[in-house]
């Protein structure tokens, strides 16, 4: 990557200083040079800390970061997951039509066409009550397990996406926390229960753990001699290891290497969407992603949606130095948004080496997270409005309800104007004063109740405008999400696509499991600290056996 | 206050260039110097960058901002909230006996009981089933309408208390937006709903809204004639606003100006917890709350739990800089207390100025997100343990299992030592060449391969240990972080108990909802990206009437 030209840190300095509400006044067009427009989405970032030359100036940064090569070089499924030499073909899940697309020679659209008529036929036959249970009763309910992106995806689109009439009822456990399953469970009948068992290696150790337990609540309550096997389907790259879990090679759908967990709600791991929803409201899904990358990879760089928030992006993160941001869904079925953003972002840029293992010079990801709003106007806004931190918002706001109430939407999207406004203007100490004064408040009491109430403003924020939010918007939403971060990536040098950092818990996890479990020792050179936390756990923990 | 000592000032710039294990070789009485115990309750702060001299220079500055004296002062009911010349008494609702307790001459003990006793009733007879609605059935479900403090506490404790037999459903609309209450509605019967509406002025716009809709779903459900009141139940300190809405008197229960929203799941406003799980677990809530009062009030400030806690939290955000730290729950049941922590510490410290309306020298609030373990390892822990921001970590682990299964406790405790663990001590590169090497990997990739691996190390966390999550365990988990944000509220100077910042944002949407509504022109001097907001979403909202 080329270093952060001069240019753009001189223009952070001078712009660090001013007043966003000023820039208004100096440059009558910026709001239109600063808005873009898609479908009928709407993006207005002319409230960033940002001058209409210093826009100008990220998208020369862009280009000469390649990022439209880098774009097309990932759709075309080269191998740009160096440390894993694989491709990052996410967007193949989506393609629309049957042109081929190889991967060592094998063309995985065929594959994921093949797949995805699987898909179609199993949330069908359940959802018409012809998938049965061991006893011969329709299974009726679903228990996803998985964990990481073999959650978060499939449950944010289940839970985002409403239905006129029942969906077919969905729980998603994914801790290995023993409460999680057994709360799932309660109330469920083991005859009319299906598991869908979502792990790429199979070896993943909470969903192991909640199958087994899910096999042995199965096998415990029905009928001696019956097969739990047929209450389960599997999502895995190894059927093997399903195989010898008791699930049959005909329930097991595909994971492919080339798809990376977080990024894989498009392939068979939202069976559960597929059957909650039905297979029509995935397909809708993946054809509105498939407009973004149709849209991304074509758009030039200075319109591209996925291009300029990723260069907003890189700008608060790596020249402002903001080191977190924040988003706001007005929106309560988008209430999983930021817990898949958290991973979308942070398990692909939450790093410090680049592609050649050269250290970022600067700052990479920054921390994300965010909860809805109006809810977050009870609870955080207070601080967004008058802490000390200045913090990037990010509002998303589909402008139409999916089931209209009195006024409620209206009043929904007028406070997400309403507050990115106040972030931007604030309250100011003369008009307080001159509003307390009028109250009467006055002599030594009058400073600080006016200092009180004083909102800087200054505050940058990004609005995100949708229509409304169906499985094609949030489609388009979610795949914006993952090109944004894809192109932030490329801003920065990082591999966006390999998670290494997750291995060291993992194996530090396993003599700490033996110590707790067996009694044993740990290992020689264990931090003083650790070693007192496992004794004291044990000396808590009840003696079994 | 007093600045910050030129002492600590060194010593961060001292700890900021140490390994943190290595000053665990340093000292071989570190873990049991940094180590609190309470009960069987175990908090090790020994992987925070601190030393136990700087935890000495600490423990002195908290003595000479008087900590201990505002932690009395508040418990007696001195009023603190000068902004609003109000005590901040959240800890009398949890006060055991009859001790009067006097605000303006009253002592509100005597009502607090009296509150308890009714709450107690209420929940008695809706869970016997004698709480009737208009047509005679007993009710047999509850929707709770409350928002920010309102919502976020109760929902927290309900979630949170796990029961062995089924618990009543309630349900939580908290939102504006139509989604959330016709979700909570459908398939509900509006025969036997109760709704509880939590406000304490009775007119806060997002509940309002929502009791207004709920009540006109009752009304075109019950038969003519009968009475939708019946089926309201009102926490307000306006009862004649909830007497004009439709609830009688009696069905209304107390607010009170000494508590402040945030501060109240402990009062009425946790009615529906006592309907959810029985008033003895509300309880044992208080219980829990009102021992780790008595031991805040106290326990010397060296052993005190919210002191040292307050304190390592002022350190790592305004003497180290650190902009925002992650608290992670190894409990799905506590899913949800980073909400409940982001409102208490985010609104009570999320400001810019202290008592006297004097600017605060440097930064107060961070920013403070997370989720639970194990589900955040496989989301934003890449981002802990490789990415460049050192960020201080919160984990929160009870050590039982309310359900247990198999080993999966013991996995779930042993990874978030793990996980802590791994973060203090890294993984370095030469291990990991050697590594990588024996496996076959040479020339020039070894170098990448090795450097997208080491993970740095030396990232500070704290481990709260408890021993069971019950409702006595719970209540002084809740109460502890009270506290903890009122001593770091004591030492930045800050108001803890207002909130001025949420103001400006409510008077902005009024004019957005008429524009949008009515139509009607914006406030002269209104900036042009929300004047261009405004028209876009007018000219996507479908027209009706």
Not at 132 to 153: C, E, F, Q
Not at 324 to 346: D, G, I, K, N, S
Not at 466 to 485: C, K, S
């Amino acid at each position: 990557m080329p270093p952060v030209p001069d240019s753009l840190v001189t223009a952070a300095r001078t712009l660090r200083r001013e007043r966003l509400i000023d820039l208004f006044g100096n440059d009558p067009t910026r709001v239109a040079r600063m808005t873009l427009e898609w479908n009928d989405w709407r993006i207005d970032f002319s409230k960033e800390r940002l001058s209409t030359d210093a826009l100008a100036q990220l998208i020369a940064h862009a280009d000469s970061c390649n990022v439209a090569h880098w774009i097309a070089a990932q759709a075309a499924g080269e191998k740009i997951n160096l440390s894993e030499n694989r491709p990052a073909l996410h967007t193949a899940l989506r393609q629309g039509g049957d042109t081929p697309l190889y991967v060592d020679g094998r063309d995985i659209i065929a594959d994921v066409r093949a797949t995805q008529r699987r898909m179609g036929d199993i949330a069908r036959a359940f959802r018409e009550g012809q998938r049965k249970g061991a006893t011969g009763l329709p299974l009726k309910t679903v228990v996803h397990i998985g964990i990481g992106g073999s959650d978060l995806g499939p449950r944010l689109v289940c839970e985002a996406l409403s239905a006129d009439r029942a969906p077919i009822d969905v729980a998603f456990v994914s801790n290995v926390d023993p409460e999680q399953l057994t709360r799932a469970l309660k109330g469920r009948d083991p005859a009319t229960t299906l598991f869908i068992v979502v792990s790429k290696t199979f070896t993943t150790q909470e969903t192991l753990a909640n199958a087994t337990s899910a096999r042995a609540w199965l096998a415990a309550a029905l009928p001696a001699g019956s097969d739990p096997g047929r209450h389960f389907l599997a999502v895995t790259a190894n059927v093997s290891a399903a195989a010898q879990f008791g699930i049959a090679a005909d329930d097991v759908l595909p994971m492919w290497d080339w798809v990376g967990g977080r990024y894989s709600l498009w392939s068979a791991v939202g069976l559960s969407i597929a059957i909650r929803h039905g297979y029509q409201a995935f397909a809708e899904l993946l054809e509105g992603a498939a407009a973004m990358d149709a849209h991304v990879r074509n758009a030039p760089l200075a319109s591209n949606l996925a291009i300029v928030l990723g260069l907003i992006g890189w700008w608060n993160a790596s020249v402002l130095a903001h080191p977190q941001r924040v988003v706001v869904p007005y929106a309560q079925a988008l209430a999983r948004l930021p817990a898949w953003l958290q991973q979308l972002t942070l398990e692909s840029n939450g790093k410090r080496v680049k592609r050649d293992g050269s250290p970022v010079d600067g700052p990479t990801a920054p921390g994300l997270w965010g909860d809805t709003g109006t809810d977050s106007q009870h609870a955080f806004f207070q601080w967004l409005h008058q802490g000390t931190h200045e913090i990037p918002v990010e509002f998303v706001v589909p402008i139409r309800a999916a089931h209209p109430l009195h006024n409620q939407q209206t009043l929904l999207v007028a406070n997400a104007l309403a507050q990115a406004q106040a972030l931007l203007i604030g309250r100011r100490g003369e008009e307080l004063h001159r509003e307390l004064a009028a109250q009467g408040i006055q002599g030594p009491s009058l400073q600080p109740a006016a200092a009180a109430r004083i909102c800087p403003g200054n505050r940058p924020s990004t609005m995100i405008l949708l229509p409304v939010l169906d499985a094609y918007n949030l489609g388009a939403l979610l795949a914006l999400y993952e090109h944004r971060t894809f192109v932030e990536s490329v801003l920065t040098g990082i591999n966006a696509f390999d998670q290494w950092g997750v291995e060291l818990g993992k194996s530090l996890a396993k003599p700490i499991v033996q110590a707790l479990a067996e009694n044993r020792a740990l290992p020689d050179g264990t931090d003083a600290s650790t070693r007192a936390l496992v004794e004291y756990v044990r000396a808590l923990t009840p003696k079994t056996g």
